[in-house]
């Protein structure tokens, strides 16, 4: 349960220790410098290594909410379970979604809501503490940027899922910890003004680990495009493309395993950072091996022919071998039933797929396939939560809604993700006309299919407004029957959490359909 007075309370240094055990430093030395019961402000906070080390940690607790509550199992990639692209067979109460029946004891939302304010509570307390420490201004600027894009990323996330929630913009003290609920725009203010901070102040480089000025303008066209705010997704995102600092990777596969995430790789401009044996998840595993994620057939349906049509308009289309003549990113996202199977012991001939799995389908992505099975639980390659082929995605969108989407911006967007996936035919690549509408499912669709499983297809559902039909015409082989309940729009506040503030005495409304 989210308690700020008990957190004001502990020592809000040992709090720092005890996280920054998780970070991507060693910090065997420090622990042996500091001991848990002598750490404060008179021993820390005294010079710019404590300060990266501290501010690193605030990166650090993102590993574990953002990858799981047991560091790896993959939580943004089941989020795809919510929509027409996957069933998630066991998740952390996921699946009470599919019949409207979820509660405030739910542990995905309750996962998220306290993991969220984790991070708030680290990022704030580092806020706290950097004038402690004597640098020039224009680096403390550089981080205090990057502290709050870390918190205006969470407090977003915190927005999309539950609406208004608690307001923490600086370390609270006791008689300010046990604040109420505050609105949305409220929240949606600190988060834009954080945003606009780091924009201001994050160098204009390539992203190698630490958020730059377009990681930062990537964020703020994400949060500006849940709230239709089309010339400003299309100024920030024009801004990205004309920085010179991004392109496309040139492999879309690798992109989410070791083997393309060096510094080579512009394209990337917000990840989780791993690093083995040291910090370490389990997504080979969890995504592959349990068959947790069972992909639709409604999705491996939506992938275009190499000729870029449906596959019910091009005679090229074979059912019997479905990753032929297909869009290449089908292969490189989905194990299908007739493909090479992942043998991942080859001693013992085990295959890492389809155990459990209903729909014949797995998910592909982010699976390093050179794994072998004594390492399929320490896998450490980077978790990508923004990139540059979401921007173009957002780009053309935007311009679309805008009424200016043309040959030239389809030349700047959509066609350059449909060279690097691999198409070559002018019908797949040429600028296809039509009215805004027409051009919007194309634009749609694209962004299905490049998206896939990188936890934005809900929320890209939920602000289209089409979530509950398209839940309700999933298409193909063993589609789960799912009931979106429209009384229920966010997700459940907590019930601990309404519990602590009823018993303080304190108002605090529970979302709407859960009372």
Known sequence: MLNFKNYVIMKNIKYFLIFLTITFWSCDDFLDKYPHDELSDNTFWKNEEELQMGLTACYGLMQNEYISSATGSGDKVYWDGLTDNAFVSDFWGLQEFYSGDQNPTNDLAGGLYSKCYNVVAAVNSFLSKIDLVDIEQEKKN????????????????????????????????????????????????????????????????????????????????????????WSGVAQYTQDIMSSGKTSLYTNYKNMFINEGQGDDNTEILFSIKFLAPEEWHNIDYRVGGPSHINVLEDLVNDYLTINGLPIDEDPIYNPDSLHKNRDPRLQQTIFCEEGEPWIYDVNNGYTYYFTNNTTKFSCKKYIDESVQASHVTQSDQDIVLLRYGDVLLMYAEAKNELGQFGQNEWNQSIRLIRERAGFIVSQALDFPGGNQSNLREIIRHERRIEMAFEGFRYYDLLRWGNIKEVWENIEGENPQVRQYNENKPLFPIPESQIDYYNNNDIPFEQNPGYN
């Open 142 to 229: 550089k981080y205090i940027a990057e502290a709050r894009f870390i918190r205006a990323y969470v407090y977003h996330e915190l927005v999309l899922n539950f609406g208004g929630v608690p307001l923490f913009s600086s370390e609270p003290t006791i008689e300010s910890a046990s604040v109420g609920r505050s609105t949305k725009e409220e929240v949606m203010t600190l988060i834009n003004n954080d945003l606009d901070f780091a924009i201001e102040n994050l160098p204009d480089e390539s992203y190698t680990g630490h958020v730059v000025k377009n990681s930062a303008r990537g964020l703020k066209a994400r949060v500006l495009l849940y709230g239709d705010d």
